[in-house]
């Protein structure tokens, strides 16, 4: 009889779904993806909805041989959002006609663990991850294959006082390059009119308008970052400064994790649409890299962060047997 592991990458978009064989390798089974379960940009109520929708297309047939399921997501800290997984898992097992207390307990982990998981599928190494925020994460096992896992983590600790080289850091210094030139600090610069564009706007005054607009939040500002782009075509000193500064911040938080964790000639992955979509920054951080842990070798990773959270779901159902 087949049985099966459940992960979930709960993001703020979308949330991907995968049901993995339970094996020493599991295989997937089924791959799909369902709406946003981060409870900070959704209602409680559309959370479990997205939830319930994800049971519903695995079926009570398969759901009723899931033995371990795991959900990585953003703000586990928050007491919120570990109550609405317990019961959105609750609920559906109901609606599904199955018995609520067979339902494993699920494992709740930080999105960027499950990122981990799938990036080196488990084994030692660590991940750079820059989207809207930054952070550095890795794991690695103490004494060998049969040491406990030992993680450590730097930066994430929000765009406020951190999240250097960041979407929002580098789309808050492409509105500091505008203002910049404005006032005739820096040269004239070719980011203007595109940051005009996506906005809608006509002038520095609109512009200021709405970064202090108490609606716009971090992700509307990093939605500016890839505008970097443009001053760097250009071949504007001021935007390769930053880009120099901002590869600058992220190639410093793999630093304190790989030197904790012995990794120093360790693998790291590159996460997120920064690095991902920008082959200027990745190679810039590259370089940085090189000069501070040239034993360092970045990877692309091996799975998705679905598939780690099914890994880490396996990895708890054997610690409990």
Do not use: W
């Not at 759901?63 to 959900?71: D, G, M, N, P, W």
């Not at 959002?81 to 097992?93: A, H, K, P």
């Not at 084994?123 to 750079?128: E, N, R, S």
């Not at 406020?160 to 509105?175: E, K």
């Amino acid at each position: 009889m087949s049985e099966y592991v459940l992960g979930f990458d709960c993001g703020g978009t979308k949330t991907g779904v995968r049901l993995a064989s339970l094996a020493e390798v599991p295989v997937t089974e089924e791959e799909f993806s369902v709406g946003g379960m981060n409870v900070n940009s959704f209602g409680r109520e559309e959370v479990l909805e997205h939830l319930v929708s994800a049971y519903e297309q695995i079926g009570a047939e398969k759901l009723s041989k899931v033995r371990a399921i795991c959900y990585g997501a953003a703000g586990i800290s928050n007491p919120l959002t570990r109550e609405v997984f317990l019961e959105g898992t609750r609920r559906s097992y109901v609606l599904m006609g199955l018995d609520p207390r067979k339902a494993p307990l699920p494992l709740l982990i930080g999105d960027h663990q499950a990122a981990l998981y799938g990036a080196h599928g488990g084994k030692d190494g660590m991940i750079l991850i820059a989207g809207t925020g930054s952070i550095c994460c890795g794991h690695a096992r103490e004494g060998g294959e049969d040491g406990p896992m030992l993680e450590a983590r730097c930066g994430g600790f929000g765009h406020l006082i951190d999240d250097g080289g960041s979407g929002y850091a580098l789309g808050r210094d492409v509105l500091s390059l505008i203002v910049r030139a404005e006032d005739g600090r820096i040269p004239p610069t070719a980011m203007r009119r595109p940051v005009f564009e996506q906005l809608g706007i006509d002038s520095v005054q609109e512009l200021i308008r709405f970064v202090y607009d108490p609606s716009t939040g971090k992700k509307d500002i990093a939605a500016l970052a890839p505008v970097l782009e443009t001053g760097l075509a250009a071949g504007e000193k001021a935007a390769f400064e930053v880009l120099e500064k901002e590869a600058g911040e992220l190639a410093e938080l793999v630093v304190p994790v790989a030197r904790s964790l012995k990794l120093e000639e360790g693998y790291l992955t590159f996460c997120g649409s920064v690095l991902l979509k920008s082959s200027r920054m990745a190679e810039a951080v590259r370089k940085q890299l090189s000069e501070r842990l040239p034993g360092v070798k970045t990877v692309p990773a091996r799975y998705d962060a679905a598939f780690g959270a099914c890994l880490a779901a396996l990895r708890q159902l054997k610690k409990n047997y």
